[in-house]
């Protein structure tokens, strides 16, 4: 997320920098040059809005009423006065503190040896294993340098990617998801074990034989602990400042975005559409369509506090599918946005690389789900 905003900030530098050229070198009189398509853009929207002011300013006004219709009950009666804010700051805090107590490092005493069977470098499995307690930004900025010193081949680097959005891209969405299986009576051990633990196993071997077959086996000589240095207080006091963070600077943010457009949609008449058509799809793989589309276009960890509130009256199978599409690397913004963007920085990939390695991984996540709710469902009931 520090790169990311690094990233940020030296771009802007750099566009304030060319925008400041362009300032000195303008000269007078001035030649007009030939209109962009971006100015072309600007100048229409300038006309409709004009228009739009002049002989119906009530469509500006019932544009902006549905965007707020949108995002208000979400941002703020859902995370802002409700319990799911509280809940990731809670959920984050225990994260850290079982990371702090050794968690992490021994899965990765249990997991990266277990690699030498798929004959790939173990640190494939890294970025997974920090995910289960850590987040998806996190993992991609201390696991992407591992694997490079640890000389993966950038097919293997793409296999960690995939792999690594097999689980969830935050431990509260894991958390609520716990409380939803437990709600509608599901085994959640043997879901946790089936939809996190066992994908992590299987799709380095999977990927390698298939997609990414540039690969070497590689056993880690020295494995770095994960186990923050920090006293016990100030672990608890930036856990909860970090949840914050988390949800403030980065879910609501995301959220707002994202209703701010199903608002637009809405407003214009075609989300009904879009919304029927997500619903026939995600109906069809025994996913709660409400809290799926929620987990897909916004927030897993909204989509998991959505589902522990009606997990009792739906159908446990609803309920596993619904929790194992959570337990991923959506929602697509970070998919598109923030895994490219931080892979990239950190690692041999591209942007392109990283989200095509992403999409690829979200794809088989619904394979999973499919073989998990069709082949095992009533045995997990």
């Known amino acids: 997320m520090e790169n990311a905003k690094v990233r940020s900030e030296e771009q802007q530098a750099l566009e304030e920098k060319t925008l400041e050229e362009e300032v000195e070198n303008l000269s007078f009189p001035i030649e007009r ?51 799911v804010g509280v809940a990731i700051i809670i959920s984050v805090i225990i994260g850290r503190t079982l990371e702090r107590l050794g968690f992490t490092d021994a899965l990765m005493r249990i997991f990266v040896p277990l690699m030498k069977f798929s004959k790939v470098n173990s640190s494939v499995v890294v970025p997974s294993i920090y995910n289960i307690l850590g987040d998806i930004n996190a993992a991609g900025k201390i696991a992407g340098p591992i694997l490079v010193k640890a000389g993966a081949t950038k097919a293997e680097q793409k296999i960690a990617v995939a792999t690594m959005v097999q689980s969830q891209q935050s431990f509260s969405t894991f958390m609520l998801g716990i409380v939803a299986l437990t709600a509608a009576g599901v085994n959640a051990f043997l879901v946790v074990v089936l939809a996190v633990m066992v994908p992590v196993l299987i799709m380095p071997f999977l990927l390698s034989k298939t997609v990414y077959r540039d690969t070497k086996p590689v056993e880690l000589s020295h494995m770095p602990s994960f186990t ?107 998919v598109f946005g923030q895994i490219p963007v931080i892979w990239a920085a950190n690692s041999d990939l591209n942007e392109r690389e990283a989200m095509s390695a992403a999409l690829l991984g979200i794809g088989l996540r619904f394979v999973t789900i499919f073989l998990i709710v069709v082949l095992l469902g009533p045995f997990l009931l």
Do not use: C, Q
Request: hydrophobic share 55%.
């Open 228 to 334: 923050p240095k920090t006293r016990a207080l100030p672990t608890l006091f930036n856990a909860a400042r970090e949840g914050a963070e988390l949800l403030f600077l980065l879910i609501i943010p995301a959220v707002a975005v994202v209703f701010m457009f199903i608002g637009i949609l809405n407003y214009i008449g075609i989300w009904s559409g879009i919304e029927a058509g997500l619903t026939i799809f995600l109906s069809a793989l025994s996913i709660h369509p409400e809290t799926g589309i929620l987990s897909i276009l916004a927030s897993p960890t909204l989509g998991m506090a959505e589902l522990t509130e009606v997990a009792a009256s739906l159908d446990p199978i609803l309920v596993i599918g619904s929790f194992i599409l959570a337990s991923s690397g959506l929602p697509l913004s970070a």
């Open 33 to 83: 040059k030939k209109l962009t398509g971006i100015e072309a853009t600007g100048l229409a929207l300038v006309i409709a809005s004009m228009l739009t002011l002049l002989f119906s300013p009530a469509t500006l006004a019932g544009l902006f009423d549905s965007i707020l219709d949108s995002v208000v009950p979400v941002v703020v009666d859902t995370f802002l006065i409700g319990t």
